[in-house]
């Protein structure tokens, strides 16, 4: 079997696909642009541009994820797409909540090819009690900066040991070391398509007790100006894009953040987000969605 990435990636999304497809020999293949001429790709992969799969009728198509955020009905991907690419096409969406979202925008059942979620797997060292250093690690990003304020004013009262850690500022494996140390993360953090950052939390095993938003309105610049005020859709959100009662607690407001996290704080040795990154977000699990939908037997 031969797979082609064409065009560029998130390096994680790539990383992945490289990972996979040397765990079951499967040949892979990149190029920089749409034109290549090779139609023997059992699988073409195009993270971010639109390819007609009329001219290239023997090959599957993976489509996505960086297409875009809030989706333009007239793309090409709406307009060319036909009934029949639907039996094997798909767009991958990284997760529920973006299917959820493109539906306000758009009739997406017109571009014939089926939006599913699947996310990408993540392998990471769980943590071990006997590394505890600190109480929590502070996750902060595009959120309005008087709830950070407000939440260090929490865990100061409470006297809890933390680190901060800002999006886009900070070394991944410091991030990963620091959370391998810490008994929970407090998240601050605007929409998650796939949250890479949330789900390491939820892979080392940390609890995280998120502050969660309810729209894309709620995220902020760094100034402080809140996004997306121009649209009359709700655009609908979560900052846990992937998650379920294994990972922790959810608050919206910060009446409820004040009501909750003694209780969240108690529970902590109840959560297992672990568990429910092996069952859902694993390699293997991801992988198998894309086969799945593409009706590919290996």
């Given amino acids: 079997m031969k797979l082609l990435q064409v065009g560029n990636s998130h390096p994680r999304n790539s990383e992945f696909m490289r990972r996979i497809c040397d765990k079951y020999n499967i040949e892979y293949h990149e190029v920089?642009?749409?034109?290549?001429?090779?139609?023997?790709?059992?699988?073409?992969?195009?993270?971010?541009?639109?390819?007609n799969p009329d001219d290239y009728p023997s090959s599957k198509f993976i489509f996505g994820p960086q297409f875009w955020v809030l989706p333009d009905p007239?793309?090409?991907?709406?307009?060319?797409?036909?009934?029949?690419?639907?039996?094997?096409?798909?767009?991958?969406?990284?997760?529920?909540?973006?299917?959820?979202?493109?539906s306000e925008i758009t009739d997406i059942t017109k571009s014939n090819i089926p939006f599913l979620p699947l996310p990408f797997g993540l392998n990471i060292q769980e943590s071990k009690k006997d590394l505890i250093e600190y109480d929590c690690l502070i996750y902060y990003k595009?959120?309005?900066?008087?709830?950070?304020?407000?939440?260090?004013?929490?865990?100061?009262?409470?006297?809890?040991?933390?680190?901060?850690?800002?999006?886009g500022s900070y070394d991944r494996s410091e991030f990963i070391?620091?959370?391998?140390?810490?008994?929970?993360?407090?998240?601050?953090?605007?929409?998650?398509?796939?949250?890479?950052?949330?789900?390491?939390?939820?892979?080392?095993?940390?609890?995280?007790?998120?502050?969660?938003?309810?729209?894309?309105?709620d995220e902020c610049s760094p100034n402080g100006q809140f996004n997306y005020r121009e649209y009359p859709q709700p655009l609908n959100a979560t900052t846990t894009s992937h998650w379920d009662s294994r990972?922790?607690?959810?608050?919206?407001?910060?009446?409820?953040?004040?009501?909750?996290?003694?209780?969240f704080i108690k529970k902590i040795d109840l959560f297992h987000p672990s568990e429910y990154v092996k069952e859902t977000l694993s390699d293997e699990v991801c992988f198998k969605r894309f086969l799945d939908a593409l009706h590919i037997t290996l």
């Fill in 142 to 167: 595009a959120r309005h900066p008087s709830l950070l304020d407000f939440i260090k004013s929490v865990v100061h009262a409470s006297s809890l040991r933390y680190n901060i850690y800002m999006y």
């Fill in 32 to 51: 920089s642009a749409v034109g290549f001429t090779d139609n023997s790709y059992d699988i073409i992969w195009s993270p971010s541009q639109w390819i």
């Fill in 74 to 102: 007239n793309h090409p991907f709406f307009i060319q797409s036909k009934p029949e690419h639907a039996t094997r096409c798909i767009f991958t969406c990284l997760s529920q909540w973006i299917l959820n979202l493109y």
């Fill in 247 to 263: 990972c922790g607690m959810k608050v919206y407001s910060k009446e409820e953040f004040l009501e909750k996290f003694s209780e």
């Fill in 177 to 217: 070391e620091t959370l391998r140390k810490s008994k929970f993360v407090i998240w601050l953090g605007s929409h998650e398509s796939q949250g890479f950052g949330f789900q390491e939390c939820l892979a080392t095993g940390t609890p995280i007790y998120v502050y969660d938003v309810k729209s894309l309105k």
